[in-house]
């Protein structure tokens, strides 16, 4: 494990720029979603179930959604998008607010809420006919949204870190960063990489409006388009290892973003250089406003 205090996170900062609605924003309106979403699910429109044939069933993480669809991207970095409507059976697993409820509604659907999703297909599109979430995870969006004194903080630190990243990205205190290192051309966790994301994940714990900003790496060899695809992976594998194994709660995280082989660490050149530039960023961040708070 490597942890560097004072890393410059304007280079990170500015690479989520282009990615999506963040799953840090659980507790955001819901127009500000749409927007984030708007432009890669424009031209998709809700297919009627009846015309429609039993499809693949999802898991992974609600990393964006509009009025009537959501974005859902996997442990191995690919995302789907799904429509939902008012047949869609929307649960909680394990029952929480489900006891004599056999739906939840859409508001539920919250970005970085980790969901299984059964779908109906008619070509391209699908629809989905119903939408498990976690008991846990939707408590702990409920307990944001209904505002309770710590939930509001982190929501503050949360919610701050997405409408100011393109202001100024010098708010932000870096309070610590890990690197995981991964095999040529793998997006898989080793033991010491597992180790080293749960002790993170502790240290920030112990950081009050402490946020986990995710950035995936690769080294010089394979083309562009590889590299950026296998960098999502890898970032998708840690964000999934964090709030999965580790107990990190998925709002207090920024949306995982892959960097292909920019910023390398040291040169590629060498198999041990190559070695160093394989790698996830996992860096801890606190506004400047709310440290020590």
């Given at each position: 494990?490597?942890?560097?205090?004072?890393?410059?996170?304007?280079?990170?900062?500015l690479a989520?720029?282009?990615?999506?609605?963040?799953?840090s924003?659980?507790?955001?309106?819901?127009?500000?979603?749409?927007?984030?979403?708007?432009?890669?699910?424009s031209?998709?429109?809700?297919?009627e179930?009846?015309e429609m044939?039993?499809?693949p069933?999802l898991?992974?993480?609600?990393?964006?959604?509009?009025?009537?669809?959501?974005?859902?991207?996997?442990?191995?970095?690919?995302?789907?998008?799904?429509?939902?409507?008012d047949?869609?059976?929307?649960?909680?697993?394990g029952?929480?607010?489900?006891?004599?409820?056999?739906k939840?509604?859409?508001?539920?659907?919250?970005n970085?809420?980790?969901?299984?999703?059964?779908?109906?297909?008619?070509?391209?599109s699908?629809l989905?006919?119903?939408?498990?979430?976690k008991?846990?995870?939707l408590?702990?969006a409920?307990m944001?949204?209904?505002g309770?004194?710590?939930?509001?903080?982190e929501?503050?630190?949360?919610?701050?870190?997405?409408r100011?990243?393109?202001?100024?990205?010098?708010?932000?205190?870096?309070?610590?960063?890990?690197?995981?290192?991964?095999?040529?051309?793998k997006?898989?966790?080793?033991?010491?990489?597992?180790?080293?994301l749960?002790t993170?994940?502790?240290?920030?714990?112990g950081?009050?409006?402490?946020?986990?900003?995710?950035?995936g790496y690769?080294?010089?060899?394979?083309?562009?388009?590889?590299?950026?695809?296998l960098?999502?992976?890898?970032?998708?594998r840690?964000?999934?290892?964090?709030?999965?194994?580790?107990?990190w709660?998925?709002?207090?995280m920024?949306?995982?973003?892959?960097?292909?082989?920019?910023?390398?660490?040291?040169?590629?050149?060498?198999?041990?250089?190559?070695?160093?530039?394989r790698?996830?960023?996992?860096?801890?961040?606190?506004?400047?406003?709310?440290?020590?708070?």
């Amino acid at each position: 494990m490597t942890i560097v205090s004072n890393t410059p996170i304007a280079p990170l900062l500015l690479a989520m720029l282009a990615a999506s609605a963040s799953a840090s924003a659980a507790a955001q309106p819901q127009e500000q979603n749409d927007a984030a979403l708007s432009v890669t699910v424009s031209d998709t429109s809700a297919p009627e179930a009846s015309e429609m044939m039993r499809g693949p069933d999802l898991e992974g993480i609600i990393s964006g959604r509009s009025d009537d669809k959501i974005r859902v991207t996997a442990a191995d970095g690919t995302s789907t998008i799904v429509a939902f409507n008012d047949a869609t059976r929307i649960k909680a697993k394990g029952g929480f607010l489900g006891l004599g409820r056999s739906k939840l509604g859409t508001s539920s659907l919250m970005n970085g809420l980790p969901v299984t999703v059964k779908t109906l297909q008619s070509g391209n599109s699908l629809l989905a006919s119903q939408i498990e979430l976690k008991s846990n995870d939707l408590k702990t969006a409920n307990m944001i949204r209904n505002g309770t004194a710590e939930g509001f903080a982190e929501q503050t630190a949360a919610t701050g870190a997405l409408r100011n990243r393109v202001a100024d990205i010098g708010q932000y205190n870096v309070k610590g960063t890990t690197n995981v290192n991964f095999d040529t051309g793998k997006a898989i966790l080793s033991a010491q990489a597992q180790n080293d994301l749960c002790t993170t994940a502790s240290t920030a714990e112990g950081m009050k409006n402490a946020l986990l900003l995710i950035v995936g790496y690769t080294d010089s060899t394979g083309n562009n388009e590889y590299n950026q695809q296998l960098s999502e992976k890898r970032a998708a594998r840690v964000v999934n290892y964090l709030q999965q194994n580790c107990g990190w709660k998925p709002y207090r995280m920024l949306t995982p973003t892959g960097m292909s082989e920019a910023q390398p660490l040291t040169s590629n050149d060498t198999p041990e250089g190559r070695a160093q530039n394989r790698r996830v960023e996992v860096s801890i961040l606190v506004s400047k406003g709310l440290d020590g708070l």
